[in-house]
């Protein structure tokens, strides 16, 4: 496997169901993002995790939890989701601002189409 | 604050025709500037960066962007429309100094024959 990937890629659930996202890059960086993409709305940054610490929580509910066990690795628990949590939820990954003395592209996986039912 | 405006939320070209994206930026500080492509049921493709080495910048796929710091613009041009070049565009800027990406809410090529 190359690039970022991300598991399932399509997942139905109910409200009342648990379920975890996954994602995983092969580049060697060490920053990996979350993201929201709705219909007809701009991308939503969710977390942002540098060195498997967390440096950014964008105000979201925590019906989300992520978890980053590594800096491959980062996970997205889903619990009691509403219908309007339905979305693409898009991995990401770059090198960290420390480690590149300014700007560097994100890579993103395919993502997870999620409907809650 | 910085932020990224893309006009036209859809775009049609014929086939071989010049496409024109365009993308404004309003940023305190010295921008990067990045143009993504989307596929249907895709996650999302840099085709190219601006890091202020050179205002035009070359990407993938035949397309290319100029930046112009007077007009604070960063349109994607590609000469000859493709088939396959009908997506979905995300302008997006960031500082440099932070993780963040902000992204335009984007911008969907139809390209018919």
């Known amino acids: 496997e190359t690039g970022v990937t991300q598991t399932p890629r399509h997942l139905v659930m109910g409200m009342t169901n648990k379920k975890s996202l996954k994602c995983e890059q092969h580049?060697?960086?060490?920053?990996m993002y979350w993201y929201k993409q709705s219909a007809k709305k701009p991308l939503e940054l969710m977390f942002v995790?540098?060195?498997?610490?967390?440096?950014e929580n964008n105000s979201v509910p925590s019906r989300f939890s992520p978890e980053c066990p590594n800096s491959s690795h980062l996970f997205l628990h889903l619990h009691t989701l509403q219908p309007e949590d339905s979305a693409l939820y898009l991995c990401?990954?770059?090198?960290?601002?420390?480690?590149?003395?300014?700007?560097?592209?994100?890579?993103f996986g395919p993502g997870t189409r999620l409907t809650v039912l | 604050a910085q932020s990224v405006t893309q006009l036209g939320s859809h775009v049609s070209v014929s086939e071989g025709a010049l496409v024109l994206l365009r993308c404004n930026y309003s940023?305190?500080?010295?921008?990067?500037l990045f143009w993504y492509v989307q596929y249907p049921n895709q996650g999302l493709q840099l085709l190219l960066k601006?890091?202020?080495?050179?205002?035009l910048v070359k990407g993938i796929n035949g397309f290319e962007a100029e930046f112009k710091k007077s007009e604070t613009s960063f349109h994607l041009t590609k000469p000859s429309a493709h088939m396959s070049d009908a997506a979905e565009y995300f302008c997006?800027?960031?500082?440099?100094?932070?993780?963040?990406?902000?992204f335009g809410t984007g911008t969907r090529l139809q390209v018919f024959p």
């Open positions: 990401a990954s770059s090198r960290p601002v420390r480690d590149r003395g300014g700007s560097a592209e994100q890579f």
């Open positions: 580049l060697g960086h060490n920053a």
């Open positions: 995790y540098n060195f498997k610490e967390q440096t």
């Open positions: 940023s305190s500080v010295p921008p990067y």
């Open positions: 601006y890091t202020s080495a050179a205002t």
């Open positions: 997006a800027v960031s500082r440099g100094d932070t993780d963040k990406l902000i």
